[in-house]
């Protein structure tokens, strides 16, 4: 509990029991003047409700006229002149505890979902001057060896130099099952190591750490506003004026019209202010939202902000990448096949003579141990060409080579998104790509009839021969397409960068509704672009990619979905929702928690608004006392948040 609400209850604890003592003074001293029972009241009621008439004069000087703390000093200050002075220092009382009930509880709230957010590290100990020292995160640089001992949080990202052990991801994941790790693994911060003790590299700093970014992520979420929660901004700005313009009319014309009775209309004038406060809404309808936000972080989906969770329901085109999304994006290499040309003239390793500084130091390292015209070389080729990229084929080329490539021989490289790459090293330019990179350069080689992806590869204008590559389709990637067509999605697409047979292998085996492949960039684009125009008005397009070539579709869709925020940056910064666990499956369980949401910010509204106008129409009837109208006012925006608090359980 804070400072600030302990003392505000203390107050009004205090307050309370003057309250008490005046009622029995007026009791026991019923035939003392007016004016004394008034100076008792009156210091109970400053006692209470001094901070509300405070604020109330403050805000006004701002030109805040229709605040709650405004409508309670009028209501209440009006109940004085009216003569009704317990009356006026009773609903004081319980707008107070009202109140301190409302921050204790949304504090409460607040504080559950940030600590499914507690991944902030507190030090990491890092090795300065000959011994271990406890360092703030951000004062650690890139570089640095950090330890990491069993039980503490990973405070930073970098790579593991000595140690093993398993990682609780469950605060970034939500996943359960521990992952294992050995020296030499990538690791990011706000894990939480388990068993072995480990030293790890530093390999960015903090500000850039996924710890860091998540946090930022998950900050700044609530600032993009629903609709809903625009509509319940605006409904207030209108509602809170048109009750006390009511009120007013309240207060003359009937006493006017049906003659004097001036102090029972001005009572229920007086509960018109106390009911035209918003509080309700205006508390539980964004804290539904966070619950929902809150809820969905758990499971390891962060979403950007309460618009994409609110979008995310309406749903109605879901548009797939395949590679990274669909698939794995561990290419397994199932064979190398070397060209007629290469057969006949053998192909060149790699080696450091190729440069010829390299020469001159007498390094002979790299290719060294390849012999000339295999298909090993035309893998180490392919290796040296890849050894730039982020793409998965890049990488997966990489990890089956197994050997390290000397970077140092490189003297130029060039990713061309959709076609592959191309290196130089020293005079030699070594090609890797799709047919579309051969053929735009010209490069004259026969297409093979493989049903996996293939890495053609090349030498200048000579074609060397293919690689064929395969990739496997993620164990839920059929659970989420079922998920998603039971959810109500009418279309899913994958869009593919890769050759049509893959394509077709991998949207026939998951029952896609269409796809489209041999995509550039600027195709899928395209592509959504149409797929929008198909859509009802109403539905929402959500592309799902790993930010690898497809950041533009990314920004393009309703919704951009990023798979494996574990890690690939690019997706983090382009996309509106990111999916931790690399799970497809996601989608569909991100969709079930925004229709929670807004079923319980539905319920919300309707609640809080029914109960106000029934109070409304109660009041205006002389059968609702000032009592009733708090009692309302404060009972509504309880049940409200409790209700809100339920976004937050999946
Ligand atoms: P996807 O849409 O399946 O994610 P991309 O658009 O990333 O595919 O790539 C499309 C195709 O372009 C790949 O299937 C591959 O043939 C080729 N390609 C892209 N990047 C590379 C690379 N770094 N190395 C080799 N080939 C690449
Ligand atoms: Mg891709």
Known sequence: MSKKLKKRIKRVVIGAVVYLAAVLFQRIFGTLQWFCHLTVFLAAYLIIGGDVVKNALRNMGKGQIFDE?????????????????????????????????????????RKSITALMDIRPDYANVFREGEWVEADPDEVLVGDSILVRPGERIPLDGVIEKGNSSLDTMALTGESIPRDVSEGDEVISGCVNKNGVLEITVSKPYGESTVARILDLVENASSKKAKAENFITKFAKYYTPVVVICAALLAVIPPLLLGGGWSDWIYRALSFLVISCPCALVISIPLSFFGGLGGASKEGILIKGSNYLEALADTEVVVMDKTGTLTKGNFAVSKAVLSKEAKENGIVPVKAEDISEKAEAGSTEAGSTEASGTEAVLLQLAAYAESFSNHPISKSLLVAYGKTVDTSLITNAEEIAGHGVVVKIGNREILAGNEKLLTSRGIAFEEADEAGTLIYVAEGNCYLGYILIEDEIKQDAAKAIKDLKESGVKKIVMLTGDHRKVAKKVAETLSLTSYYAELLPGDKVSKVEELFAEKSAKGKLAFVGDGINDAPVLARADIGIAMGGLGSDAAIEAADVV???????????????????????????VFAIGIKVLVLLLAAAGMASMWAAVFADVGVAVIAILNAMRALKA
């Not at 003569?83 to 921050?103: H, I, N």
């Not at 999916?579 to 991100?590: F, H, V, W």
């Open 579 to 605: 999916i931790m666990t690399d799970e497809p499956s996601k989608l569909a369980r991100a969709m079930k928690i925004s229709r929670k949401t807004l079923v319980i910010v539905k319920q919300n509204i």
């Open 69 to 109: 703390n405004f409508l309670m000093t009028i209501a209440t200050v009006g109940a004085f002149f009216v003569g009704d002075y317990p009356e006026a220092v009773a609903v004081m009382l319980f707008y107070q505890v009202g109140e301190c009930f409302q921050s204790y509880a949304v504090g409460k709230s």
